[in-house]
């Protein structure tokens, strides 16, 4: 154990098999291939070669501390949302910083306040595809949503809705999952009104193209994952 | 004194997936092109320091890649170090040896950049890439660089009425200017034949409005540039490019933090005149979620150096960083080839398109000459000295895409959702 607290207050203790599972991923070869391919720098100059690649896995666990933002994520497990607000210039920054950016605070360190659970769209795209941990619940909307009085924007999971209906402007509810773990997927937003269709930003044609998009990436989930596919938009 | 600096060569080992050779093998390949171009060059004797470009350490599962690149160019003992900012990092090496030369301390400095993205599986290369973001923030949601760059795009286009179809024109522009490029990834996996908007709308989608022929592609390569001083560079060739100018800028590492910014409220006025009612006026209205605030400030900066105002008029072409197509689009804006929100009038006019007023990535660029990030920006910058230097025709085998005449280009770079960018400006002798 690399990481020492001087006191233990309160623990989620995760399971020690993570250890093992990180140790065997341990940079030796796990399988090998003799493969033919191309060798040369330009592709009118190219000759055959075989090459030797070996598989060979890597796995670790971080034991990550959230510093000085920890009441935020901590507040997450209580199910409160908490923003940073600087006792100089009155802004609130959600995701926190514990120290002010603002060039005339001069760093100066904010306090926690308790944020309304309502905000509204920034931004947003439909994600089709995606890095290794998140593939099953693909396809899934992502949006940064400005939580009222915020002056930052949240990365956070938008649920409930036809991924045509969103726009930037749409107010939306913030909710905690059943049971949070402590990081920012632990808060979810669903639409706090009924979309207005002449806000959309997609024309019917790229409807169409997208609920056939949204088609083809649910069946290559499930294709993948079986029953541990867990698509985020229903068509 | 005069401490101008040239470039005097460059090369490239061409970009694939996978390219099965060891990543050191790369870079000689492309340090041997450049050897092999100019004889002039006594090697390594007349190399001073080097340089190193190469982002991940995650991709290749191996830190300090550069010392086992370095001895293996035969480069000892000579200072070398490396340089890593997400996507600016070639950029940035080359910024980084100009300015080594401009300090004095050593007249001649070796650029090599290289990345080996094949060894992991797409999902895992966006994953490891993703680490370049905010990983208590926006990665656990599901975030990685298409889906960050995608809600960027979905701002822009929510402001300033963009199209799916102006992006698919620039990727159809890319991908065909890459079907004439033999270091191309494009022309080595999917052949010469030119594509249309259509086949970008039939392409998988990653993160709307982004699909598959609009993405950066994950490739293998490598890429070197030599730069020496005005004093040394005569040695090496009677046509040296000169690099007129630098620039660098950064903005924040989480793109939601843009909104309101503080330090950028107020620094682009004409463009906050220009927001459009359409939504409600954040605090800084530039850039916010929309635009890259980076890339104006270093474009800026280097401008000013290169004595540039009208840069549509005083470049003759321009290579950028465009991982996703919105990217090139607004970048138009940022480095002033047109008013903020007038990105996609360009595009519509063929501004930008071969045999247009500004002909941006005639190598085809991230999305289709491929892009393993150390080496992109340096690939594209030995591109503009070989346009600049009339060389292109002799290293393409045809004359379809090469320039006659050109006098200056501008390369751009950036890493993150534009957390960092770079810009040099290239001048013929």
Known sequence: MTYRPKKIVEAWEYNKQWDEWARQGNWSPVGWRWVEGPKGYRLDQLSTANYLVIQRPHASVYHHSYGMTSRFFKGLIEKKLYGAKCPKCGAIYCPPRAHCWNPECRLQETEWVELPLRGEVHTFSVMAFSATP???????????????????????????????????????????????????????????????????????????????????????????????AKPSIEI | MSNRVAVVGGGISRFDNPRYELHEELCAEAVKEMLADNPNIDYPKDIDAVIYSYFSDHLAGQLCFHWIIHDYLGLLPKPAYRVESGGATPVDALINAYMYIKSGIFKNVLVVGWEKMSELDTPKVNEFIAAASDTDWDFPVGGYYTGYYAVLETRHMHLYGETEEDLAKIAVKNHNNATFNPYAQWRSQHGTAFITVDDVFKSRLISWPYRAYNCAMISDGAACMLLASEETAKKFTDSPVWITGIGLGTDTMRPGDRVDNPMYKGLYPEDETVYPGVSTKTAAPYPEMANFGSIRTSGDMAYKMAGIDNPVKQLDFAELFNPYDGVELTEYEDLRFCKRGEGKTLVREGVTEWGGELPCQISGAHTAAGHPVGATSIAQATQIYWQLTEQTANKWKTTARALSGAQRALLQGHGGTGCQSGVIIFERG
């Open chain 1, 134 to 228: 998140f593939l099953k619940t693909l396809p899934f909307i992502i949006a940064y949503v400005r939580v009222e009085g915020c002056c930052t924007t949240v990365p956070t999971r938008l649920m409930k809705i036809n991924p045509w209906d969103v726009y930037p402007g749409l107010k939306v509810n913030i909710n905690f999952v059943e049971h949070p773990k402590g990081d920012i997927m632990d808060i979810y937003c669903t639409p706090a009104e009924t979309p207005d269709p002449s806000k959309r930003m997609m024309t019917q044609e790229q409807i169409e193209r997208l609920k056939n998009d949204m088609q083809k990436v649910k069946e290559w989930v499930v294709r993948k994952f079986g029953s541990e």
